[in-house]
């Protein structure tokens, strides 16, 4: 495996990944950039002591990927960008350590976020004549929770519809779990309806995502290992949500995860579809497109509807300024992206948009109700399962 030093050198600084990177749209500020990062990283190699500075332009990436997708030169900057995370927790300023802190005693712990859901609709409901003197922090997070999440218990088991096709492991995640469950529920159905026994072991735990792009690798490595435990005796551990399954897929047991939707297409469909009339518009999660190369396939599965009307949104190559818990750590600039996004969404004509992953969703939906649209918002998982039943989304 290449060393560091020669990851860095082969970027050419072509810059062919200025027009993707968020920040570099936003701020045009080539140390915000993905070449400009990787100066930074060359010149620590070279000696250069890591800076709070630098530290700051390392954080300030959203982890993306799109700079990769566009790159070509294959530089391999998912590599380099996690690798220097893991090296910056000690130059950060203590504000900062303290808030990352916060933040990881937090998300990737269900029960904690199960209860985190009840003080945050009470300030939503009793703190709107308070906000602005409220930290950015926690206005960001009022603005993200939704508002109804209507708990949907999983049996630990779901039994195929007619004969067996395959034996699977369901992830329900964390953010998933706790504030789209409807969305694990539209996931087990659409697996039974095609024919998979779902094994969805209910003390499963986090699968390590956010510490993993976060540079907390032993944190990340010991929730993958809880979660190769839960899953040991599985076809397929199926993943819904994007973040999750990229991070799954750098693991020792990557060849067992799947992609909804990539697992759907390889599975092939048994299940009969039924027409959703809607017009839709369908939003690449970036660590889908970018970080698992997925496409096609959830396109595939939404064309395959009879009456839905797909468009595409413009730029789908930025990123809609979720990025894990990087929404919560920059509040603003994420929510500068997340109107640019909102605003590109809107321009299709579009009356539903479709994702899969929560971020994403959480993210675009706070940016559609400042932008004052109704458009509504779903899973893939749950358009498929509206189409197999014959029901609205």
């Known amino acids: 495996m290449p060393d560091r030093e020669e990851l860095i050198n082969d970027c050419v600084h072509c810059g062919f990944c200025l027009p993707t990177c968020p920040t570099y749209v936003l701020?045009?500020?080539?140390?915000?950039?993905?070449?400009?990062?990787?100066?930074?990283?060359?010149?620590?190699?070279?000696?250069?002591?890591?800076?709070?500075?630098?530290?700051?332009?390392?954080?300030?990436?959203?982890?993306?990927?799109?700079?990769?997708?566009?790159?070509?030169?294959?530089?391999?900057?998912?590599?380099?960008?996690?690798?220097?995370?893991?090296?910056?927790?000690?130059?950060?300023?203590?504000?900062?350590?303290?808030?990352?802190?916060?933040?990881?005693?937090?998300?990737?712990?269900?029960?904690?976020?199960?209860?985190?859901?009840?003080?945050?609709?009470?300030y939503r409901m009793i703190g709107t004549p308070f906000r602005d003197r409220l930290p950015a922090t926690v206005r960001t997070l009022l603005d993200l929770a939704p508002t109804s999440t209507r708990a949907a218990k999983l049996p630990a088991v779901v039994s195929p519809v007619g004969p067996r096709r395959a034996r699977v492991g369901m992830l329900t995640g964390c953010v998933q779990?706790?504030?789209?469950?409807?969305?694990?529920?539209?996931?087990?159905?659409?697996?039974?309806?095609?024919?998979?026994?779902?094994?969805?072991?209910?003390?499963?735990?986090?699968?390590?995502?956010?510490?993993?792009?976060?540079?907390?690798?032993?944190?990340?490595?010991?929730?993958?290992?809880?979660?190769?435990?839960?899953?040991?005796?599985?076809?397929?551990?199926?993943?819904?949500?994007a973040g999750c399954g990229s991070a799954l897929k750098e693991t020792s047991f990557a060849g067992k995860v799947r992609d909804l939707s990539e697992f759907l297409i390889e599975l092939g469909p048994v299940a009969p579809r039924h027409p959703v009339p809607v017009t839709a518009a369908y939003h690449d999660a970036c660590h889908l497109a970018h970080a698992q190369g997925i496409r096609a396939e959830p396109r595939s599965l939404l064309r395959a509807i009879p009456d839905l009307d797909l468009r595409e949104i413009p730029d789908?190559?930025?990123?809609?300024?979720?990025?894990?818990?990087?929404?919560?750590?920059?509040?603003?600039?994420?929510?500068?992206?997340?109107?640019?996004?909102?605003?590109?969404?809107?321009?299709?004509?579009?009356?539903?948009?479709?994702?899969?992953?929560?971020?994403?969703?959480?993210?675009?939906?706070?940016?559609?109700?400042?932008?004052g649209s109704t458009i509504r918002l779903a899973h893939t998982a749950e358009v498929l399962d509206a189409s197999i039943r014959g029901v609205r989304p």
């Open 316 to 371: 789908p190559e930025i990123c809609c300024g979720s990025a894990g818990i990087w929404n919560i750590l920059n509040p603003e600039p994420a929510a500068q992206l997340g109107d640019r996004k909102a605003r590109d969404v809107i321009s299709t004509g579009a009356t539903m948009l479709i994702t899969a992953n929560p971020g994403c969703l959480m993210q675009i939906s706070a940016a559609v109700r400042r932008a």
């Open 27 to 122: 701020w045009g500020e080539e140390m915000d950039s993905p070449r400009g990062r990787i100066q930074l990283m060359l010149q620590e190699t070279q000696g250069d002591e890591l800076t709070p500075s630098m530290a700051g332009h390392f954080d300030a990436c959203l982890g993306c990927m799109a700079c990769v997708t566009a790159c070509p030169s294959g530089v391999r900057y998912d590599e380099l960008i996690t690798e220097t995370r893991t090296m910056v927790e000690d130059v950060r300023p203590p504000a900062g350590r303290a808030l990352r802190a916060a933040v990881f005693a937090l998300f990737p712990y269900r029960r904690r976020l199960a209860l985190a859901k009840a003080p945050l609709r009470g």
């Open 177 to 241: 779990h706790a504030f789209f469950p409807g969305v694990n529920a539209a996931t087990a159905r659409v697996l039974a309806a095609e024919g998979c026994e779902v094994i969805i072991p209910p003390d499963q735990g986090c699968c390590g995502a956010l510490s993993r792009h976060s540079g907390r690798a032993a944190e990340a490595d010991r929730f993958a290992e809880g979660i190769e435990r839960s899953f040991a005796d599985v076809d397929a551990l199926i993943v819904n949500a």
